[in-house]
């Protein structure tokens, strides 16, 4: 371990200097190959799952993508890329499209503030902290249609708590606010998933925190930082690998993301809150075109990829810069 | 952690999931020679789930060798689940049929015919019209299990102390609503415009304006000067609906009603029943009458109403045991036992059955027959969007039409273009007027690309279904 | 009275004040179930209940059976988290010692499978497995569940793995050890807070997994909770008092398994988010 906390993970190289000693040169060779080979092995269950139960699958269904399947009858012609310029030219998947930017910045961005708030409180030194924790995992272990069915009760406009309390009890505004309008519905959306997923983020960041140093901080109040200075010059660059390993995961879920987005309001009103997977669910489930969906999921793929990668060279930057 | 101890644990862990594992696969093996037939239902309020239940049992002790296999889903879920089956290749057994798909099914061969079933029992025994004939080829696809209808319901209280009449006419509704819209927490009416309200509220303000969708023939009839009309009054009571509830799912209105938050609302027996039980209080100072919803009250006798049907699906593995299964469980006294699980809300389609419902030693029939009988009634006058298309004539009569909307999917699935002229009209501001037109254009365009791919054909008009002459 | 002494409370108020914040849903929720269903449709609502009664939770149960789907997840929760441990560890820890550009290409296919939108596999994944006769087989969830959560845990566990000194292994290995039981006997005990944090994430959505429960299986008695509460409640609602029971009987155990290994939790991640 060093001085400063970090622990040492074993590089190649360390292994190499450690076994050197240890095997000559022709014994280093093969214990590297069986070395392989014993790694090759350990790896193939997962491999083989993922390759049964999700490669295959979705090779099926980007093979359904380029044919026009009649529901009913499952009759299949082959239709190339027919499917795939018509979901380019539909003003609909790219108003689907920019909905689920809205929903995954509004989610992933309160997610990560309010989450990384709630880490900072509870990292403090409080009697019972433990327990606290333990609760605070609540919401996220909740399942999507029970927090849904739960938060549209609180919103409801004629039997909700939140409208009562905002403006009957506390009277901190004049009207109720319209949770289920077409302009509001998305903050509504993302304030159900804010609440259930931020558990999520506070946790990690707070395991992260605990493994800060004081002496880094106290070192810091000593030079005169004040709390906002401790935070932005010590604390942040110390919880941002978290943070952006975080990013990147919950970005991946946000844009994927069904249950939380359709159960409020059924991809409505006026389609408010038709995102990218609800919109798949209506061509197949409504319109029953089955493979202009898988097309349209693919599609989503590709997209989800591009962010990723651009994810992925935005850490490795941030992790040259850190050291 | 030990070494020891963690290998025991993780040793005794895999063991004992691995066993669960073996003995429960084991153990559907004593079921298998029965012949198990799937029935697949969205009827799913726990007290119908009970009923249900208990009538399971007795046919299956009545029928050792055949086994029913309960497949409970959501009204939302029921149409992708079905699909999913058929897509796969999956047995359909007996299911609640989604109205939409009845036109593509029966046209692929994927249903058998139920005749049998009605010529046992007699057909002059069923409510005319509840019985869904294919009018292109006469034969029974799907088997009427209940009907239901709406009533309208009101606060008779508040209508007393703003000293209003009782609303059995458009000028009534909309007095009242605008009265008593904002008092005490209370809203004018519960005629929504959200996704289903938009639609099962709305046709009956379309039907007895003399207006409808489509023609018998399948042709326009949302360009008829009635529907115009009936848009209008509609999109005025709109206004004194709650904010919300452009939103709402199928039963928030009822909750609204319940918790006396709004005035009036237009709605099935389930209204009726949930605050009959649920909320006495609100129960006590609530009248129930026939909707007239026109000026003055004038127009045909017709108001929304629904048939909950089943079919057996032609890869059913066992069809004779599926059709003595349904013709046990919707008729005689099973029939009235499942009916008196939501009395009012689940209303059978055979005659001596709803005279039966009434005698029933029930708290709710007891304290309020009145409402059970308005709506036993108005199962005799009510007609469905999707499965009754072109009912009301252009000479304005409403003669009950056993066509199928082909294209129900696309004018009325997730997001209906009634609702949707609606929401624009209260949510964007669009005026009355263009939002009309617009729809009245979707209409037509849906119509036609639904032609366009599959060929359209109307039945013979003269066609009379059996029970209607 | 200090300065110090202020602070502290002020530290309380702050961190009990947050808790309650995210909690109060949950609080009305509690609060809620034990109201009767008239009390449950007033307006304006009440805080504490008036009368408290179980009404809500006995009826619950008895009309719609839901231990069974309770007992359904909870087996399909175990059986998962058995099964992804025992193909993510040895796999993480292969990710985790060899770190050439073929176990960098897998740990990558890793990322962009996480990427499939579940809703494109439901299908072709329901087809196969009718074909093999596994539809409307509570077990055959388990390899799905697992591929769902195999890319997360591959990650994070590759991380506690990489914390943990090779050393060990070196040294079991002298001792005459093969690689496989060096890793068995020496690395993985003291992976194991790890392991638990990795663990609940399997056992979250073998619990309360919604998508393909609800696609695969068909009979009402086999269902888990999440579908079994949704062929009720869908989007509409009967009982108010029921919604709260059900979200407590559906929450209760998993907080009750959080709770008690929470210590474990917290430990578990912070020792793996290092090196993220």
């Known amino acids: ?323 | 952690m030990k070494r020891q101890s963690f290998s025991r644990a993780w040793g005794t862990a895999s063991a004992l999931s691995l066993a669960v594992a073996l003995a429960v696969a084991a153990g559907p093996a004593s079921a298998q020679d029965r012949k198990i037939v799937p029935f697949l239902t969205a009827e799913s309020s726990p007290e119908a789930v009970t009923q249900l239940l208990g009538l399971i049992e007795q046919f299956e002790e009545a029928n050792p060798d055949i086994g029913i296999e309960l497949q409970l889903t959501s009204n939302d879920n029921r149409g992708p689940r079905i699909i999913n089956s058929v897509s796969v290749g999956d047995e359909l057994g007996i299911f609640e049929i989604e109205r939409r798909l009845v036109p593509d099914f029966t046209r692929a061969g994927y249903l058998l015919p139920l005749d049998s079933i009605v010529e046992e029992i007699g057909v002059d025994k069923f409510i005319p019209g509840s019985l869904l004939y294919w009018p292109w080829d006469g034969n029974l696809y799907q088997f009427t299990s209940d009907l239901s209808a709406a009533t309208l319901y009101w606060r008779k209280d508040l209508f007393e102390e703003a000293g209003l009449a009782e609303p059995d006419s458009y000028e009534r509704l909309l007095e009242a609503s605008q009265k008593l819209h904002g008092q005490n927490n209370v809203s004018g009416n519960a005629f929504e415009a959200s996704n289903r309200g938009g639609v099962q509220r709305f046709v009956t303000f379309l039907w007895q304006n003399c207006g409808d969708f489509y023609t018998k023939d399948g042709e326009m009839a949302f360009d008829r000067e009635g529907t115009k009309q009936a848009v209008e009054d509609y999109a005025e009571l709109n206004k004194y609906a709650p904010d919300g509830s452009h939103s709402w799912g199928s039963l928030d209105a009822v909750n609204a009603f319940a918790a006396g938050r709004v005035a009036m609302a237009l709605f099935p027996g389930r209204l009726g029943y949930q605050v009959g039980t649920k909320a006495p209080d609100i129960a006590k100072v609530t009248g129930n009458r026939e909707a007239r919803v026109a000026r003055g009250g004038e127009g045909p006798r017709v108001v929304y109403g629904a048939v909950t049907s089943y079919s057996i699906g032609s890869t059913v593995k066992h069809p004779e045991e599926a059709k003595r299964f349904l013709r046990f469980l919707f008729t005689g006294k099973p029939l009235l036992d499942y009916a008196m699980g939501v009395p009012g809300h689940i209303a059978p389609a055979i005659k001596e059955i709803q005279a039966e419902m009434l005698e029933q030693d029930n708290p709710y029939i007891k304290e309020h027959r009145d409402w059970v009988e308005t709506i036993l009634e108005a199962t005799t006058y009510f007609n469905a969007e999707a499965q009754n298309m072109g009912s009301i004539t252009d000479q304005c009569e409403f003669k009950k039409s056993l066509v199928p909307m082909p294209w129900s999917s696309r004018v009325m699935g997730r997001e209906p273009i009634t609702s949707k002229m609606f929401q624009t009209i209260a949510l964007e501001g669009t005026p009355v007027g263009d939002a009309y037109n617009a729809a009245v254009e979707s209409f037509q365009t849906e119509m036609e690309a639904w032609k366009a791919e599959n060929g359209w054909e109307a039945p013979d008009p003269n066609w009379v279904p059996p029970g209607m002459q | 009275m200090t300065w110090a002494f202020y602070r502290t409370v002020g530290r309380y108020i702050l961190v009990y004040g947050v808790a309650l914040i995210v909690l109060l849903p949950f609080l009305w929720v509690v609060l809620s179930a034990f109201k009767s269903e008239a009390e449950l449709l007033r307006y304006p609502p009440t805080l504490f209940p008036e009368t408290w009664t179980t009404e809500n939770f006995t009826l619950f149960f008895r009309a719609t059976r839901f231990h069974i789907a309770m007992f359904n997840s909870g087996m399909i929760a175990a059986v998962t988290t058995v099964l992804a441990m025992a193909v993510a560890a040895p796999a993480a820890y292969a990710l985790a010692r060899f770190q050439n550009r073929l176990f960098e290409s897998v740990a990558r296919l890793f990322v962009y499978t996480y990427m499939i939108p579940s809703i494109l596999l439901v299908l072709p994944v329901y087809k196969i497995f009718f074909s093999l006769g596994l539809a409307n087989n509570l077990w055959g969830l388990a390899p799905i569940y697992t591929a769902l959560v195999l890319p997360l845990m591959l990650w994070t566990l590759r991380s506690f793995f990489a914390g943990i000194p090779v050393e060990l292994e070196e040294a079991a290995m002298i001792d005459g050890a093969t690689r496989f039981q060096a890793f068995y006997k020496v690395v993985l005990p003291q992976a194991v807070p790890g392991m638990i944090a990795t663990g609940i994430v399997a056992v979250n959505i073998g619990w309360s997994e919604y998508l393909f429960a609800s696609t695969l299986l068909t009979s009402t008695d086999n269902l888990t909770i999440s579908p079994r509460l949704e062929s009720f409640m869908g989007r509409g609602l009967y009982n108010w008092g029921w919604l709260m029971a059900g979200a407590l009987a559906v929450t209760g155990p998993l907080i009750v398994l959080a709770a008690f290994m929470q210590r474990h939790l917290v430990a578990g991640w912070g020792a793996g988010a290092l090196k993220g």
């Open chain 1, 1 to 323: 371990m060093h001085e400063d906390g970090t622990i040492v993970t074993a590089t190649r190289e360390d292994q190499r200097n450690i076994a050197a000693p240890l095997a000559g040169p022709k014994r280093k060779r093969s214990r590297r190959n069986t070395g392989t080979v014993f790694g090759l092995l350990m790896v193939t269950p997962a491999l083989l799952v993922l390759v049964c139960v999700m490669l295959y699958p979705a090779y099926v269904a980007l093979e359904s993508s380029f044919f026009r399947i009649a529901l009913v009858t499952r009759e299949e012609t082959f239709v190339g890329l027919a499917n795939y310029s018509k979901l380019l030219n539909s003003p609909e998947f790219w108003a689907s499209f920019k909905r689920s930017l809205v929903w995954s910045v509004g989610a992933i961005g309160s997610q990560m503030v309010v989450g990384v708030a709630v880490a900072l409180v509870l990292d403090k030194m409080v009697r019972g902290r433990n327990f606290i924790r333990g609760l605070v995992l609540f919401p996220y272990l909740v399942p999507a249609i029970v927090a849904v069915l739960i938060w549209r009760w609180i919103f409801s406009d004629t039997v909700g708590v939140a409208n009562w309390l905002m403006v009957d009890f506390l009277g901190i505004i004049d009207r109720p606010i319209p949770w289920f309008h077409p302009d509001w519905v998305m903050v509504s959306v993302v304030i159900m998933s804010l609440w259930k997923y931020l558990p999520y983020w506070a946790l990690f960041v707070l395991a992260r925190l605990q493994t800060l140093p004081q002496e880094l901080l106290e070192a810091a109040q000593i030079d005169g930082a004040n709390a906002w200075q401790r935070f932005w010059y010590v604390t942040l660059p110390w919880i941002m690998p978290v943070v952006i390993v975080l990013l990147v995961l919950r970005s991946i879920w946000a844009f994927n993301e069904f249950d939380m987005v359709y159960l409020p309001a059924g991809g409505g009103p006026l389609s408010a809150t038709t995102t990218i997977p609800v919109y798949i669910r209506s061509i197949a489930f409504d319109y029953g075109d089955i493979g202009h969906a898988s097309a349209i999921a693919m599609a989503m793929l590709v997209m989800v990829a591009l962010l990723t990668n651009f994810y992925f060279w935005v850490y490795r930057r941030a992790e040259q810069r850190l050291g």
